[in-house]
């Protein structure tokens, strides 16, 4: 359902103008007739204001296009249509990957619904049955609603059947003109419409379901006697009206369903929609969801009962989320697995696995290929990357770690570096089971830490490490007696180094560091 769109195509609505024409008459039709569904995709939407084809924007982690063909798909037609036109280089190739028994048939020429929809019929001619035809750019109609559509349909056995809404501001909508026995006689637009017709609340969704004997008929009599000059679905109910056959209403409730994406603005409202509608039903089915208005869904993410999300959070393409996790707040994920009682505080993360009772930020960064088994940690200011931790293994605190393994039970000290990128190559860094690695290191990959062994502080490691050795590169410290009071006399450190030292005496000066870092007396 739009309003009239001056200049582009395909457009729906369209005023009647059709010529006297032989009568058509339609058969009745069954549930088990054969359904070929055709989605009219080929308009360029200059409303948009892109350089991407209209139906190519995704709200809730789908296109537009992708959203139209998941409403039919459920109803199994024998035939799937997708007409297309403008950037049909790149919306075909979508369309097959959406589905690949989709029919993709080019509408050169772009002159109205009706001649897109004559295009489709021309390519599928072996069909018969009912004709389903709807919009790619219609991104929250559901399939139940296209089931009543034809179910309506075959049960009353009408040339044709049309989706209809009820809408407190009809204003540039076409209205659903009614006769004194409530059938349907006219689709008047808005700039036609007498004051009276104006009135009227009802308007045209542009959703059809026609018998296919009828439609192909009808099709041949539309003729281009409009402003517009183009072939026009709506005028199908003028042919019938004149031919003496019936078309049908199925008026919905719910006017979000029919409603089309136009511009920006439209596709942000829709989005929005569809993100309450999905909250909602994830809400019912046993999710805590503390602060709606901040938190986002994309169509095909999983979450089990009893999951918890925090304001803030973001959950976009495949992810899953597993029983009793708490994620957020402020965490955005995106196809990232989230194991059972899993904790995810202010994390971004895409192409992850987080494994049950794992603790990830805050202020982490997972990147695709990460993976946490049971119990793992990935703390505060870490970045990880095709980086697996084992059972337990925990990387606590302001590190990068990519291209690495972390064994069981192992914790990597504050401030690490895996060095996994020698300017042509990436190279791997094993850590084996229960290390223990000091702050600051780097680990130059490749490299390989054996089991059970430690780094000290500070510690650059070039080599394998033997399981249960100690590995230090540091030289043992020194101290230069007297150097503040000699480089920085009459400072503020050499005052307090010149009290201490007659407070207390020299300090430090005869002890040295041993290979761990820490001090040892002499």
């Known amino acids: 359902m739009r309003t009239s769109d001056v200049g582009s195509t395909p457009t729906r609505g369209a005023a009647f103008g059709a010529k006297v024409r032989p009568p058509v008459r339609s058969r009745a039709v069954t549930s088990s007739t054969p359904l070929t569904a055709i989605v009219l995709a080929a308009g360029a939407g200059t409303r948009m204001r892109s350089t991407r084809a209209k139906v190519l924007h995704e709200i809730g982690g789908r296109s537009l296009l992708g959203h139209a063909v998941v409403a039919v798909t459920p109803l199994q037609p024998q035939r799937l249509v997708v007409v297309i036109g403008y950037q049909a280089d790149q919306v075909g190739p979508h369309a097959l990957a959406l589905d690949p028994h989709v029919e993709v048939v080019i509408q050169h020429e772009q002159r109205g619904t009706g001649h897109a929809v004559r295009v489709a019929l021309e390519a599928v001619a072996d069909t018969n049955g009912t004709v389903l035809v709807s919009y790619g750019d219609v991104p929250l ?19 044709a059947t049309l989706i209809t809404a009820e809408l407190a ?75 003496g056959a019936r078309v049908g209403a199925l008026l919905v409730d719910d006017v979000a369903q029919t409603e089309g994406v136009n511009d920006r603005a439209q596709l942000a409202r829709l989005g929005a929609e569809l993100n309450r509608r999905l909250l909602a039903r994830w809400m019912l089915a046993g999710v805590t969801i503390v602060d709606p208005a901040t938190t986002w869904l994309d169509v095909n993410v999983s979450l089990a009962p009893d999951v918890t999300l925090l304001p803030g959070v973001q959950l976009h393409g495949i992810t899953t989320v597993a029983p009793g996790a708490v994620i957020g707040p402020d965490t955005t994920l995106v196809d990232v697995c989230v194991g059972a009682g899993a904790d995810v505080v202010r994390t971004h993360g895409s192409g992850a696995v987080i494994g049950e009772r794992a603790s990830v930020g805050p202020f982490a960064y997972l990147r695709p290929g990460t993976r946490l088994d049971a119990g793992a940690k990935i703390g505060t200011f870490v970045e990880a990357k095709n980086a697996e931790l084992g059972p337990g293994a925990k990387v606590p605190h302001l590190s990068y770690v990519g291209d690495a393994s972390v064994g069981e039970g192992s914790n990597i000290g504050a401030g690490t570096i895996f060095a996994n990128y020698d300017g042509v190559a990436k190279h791997r860094t094993k850590v084996g089971r229960h290390c223990r690695t000091g702050s600051d290191n780097v680990f130059v990959a490749p490299v390989e830490i054996g089991d059970g062994a430690a780094t000290g502080a500070g510690t ?29 006399a009459g400072s503020a450190a050499a005052q307090a180094a010149a009290a201490a030292t007659h407070d207390e005496g020299p300090v430090g000066h005869t002890g040295t560091a041993g290979p761990d870092g820490e001090g040892t007396s002499q």
Do not use: C
């Not at 501001?169 to 026995?181: E, L, N, Q």
């Not at 036609?192 to 379901?209: C, H, K, L, P, W």
């Not at 026609?210 to 099709?219: I, K, P, S, T, V």
């Not at 490691?461 to 007696?481: F, K, M, N």
């Open 141 to 159: 109609l559901q399939a139940a609603t296209v089931r009543r559509l034809l179910e309506q349909h075959a049960a009353a056995g009408d040339a």
């Open 169 to 243: 501001d009809p204003s540039g909508y076409g209205r659903i003109v009614r006769d004194a026995t409530g059938a349907l006689e006219a689709i008047v637009e808005h700039h036609d419409a007498t004051e009276a017709q104006r009135g009227i609340t009802e308007v045209n969704s542009g959703i059809f379901a026609f018998d296919e004997g009828f439609l192909r008929a009808a099709l041949a009599q539309l003729t281009t006697d409009n402003a517009q000059g183009e072939l026009y679905l709506t005028d199908m109910v003028a042919v019938a009206r004149r031919d």
């Open 460 to 488: 650059i490691v070039r080599r394998d490490v033997p399981p249960g050795a100690l590995a230090v590169s540091t030289g043992p410290q020194r101290h230069i007696e007297g150097w503040v009071a000699q480089k920085r």
